[in-house]
């Protein structure tokens, strides 16, 4: 996996990839930074986690954090959107992600 994301890498300034429970890795400058995924007791419903994964991993690299910050910040959005149904966060993600010091 490490591999195909170093191959990803060379035609994109930053690569991100989700690995579900395993959490996430990007790579960057040929830096790879890797996270675990948030634990959650049950997977309620997936759909939309990875466009939330996107959007806070977005939201983190524009906020300016950390490589490692913006991958929790997606993990966490995706986390939240699979612990119910439904594609729509219920908790705000501004909230959650102050919650966890990843405000950025």
């Known amino acids: 996996l490490g591999e195909a994301v170093r191959e990803i890498a060379k035609d994109a300034e930053v690569a991100a990839i989700t690995m579900g429970a395993d959490g996430a890795m990007a790579i960057h400058n040929g830096e790879v930074t890797s996270v675990p995924a948030f634990p959650i007791d049950k997977v309620v419903d997936a759909t939309g986690a990875g466009d939330l994964f996107a959007s806070g991993f977005l ?3 524009a906020r300016n954090q950390t490589m490692e910050e913006a991958l929790k910040t ?3 959005s ?3 959107v699979i612990s119910h149904i439904g594609a ?3 908790v705000a993600l501004n909230t959650l992600i102050s919650e966890h010091g990843l405000a950025g």
């Open 59 to 61: 939201l983190g690299l």
């Open 74 to 76: 997606g993990c966490l």
């Open 78 to 80: 995706a986390h939240e």
């Open 88 to 90: 729509r966060p219920q």
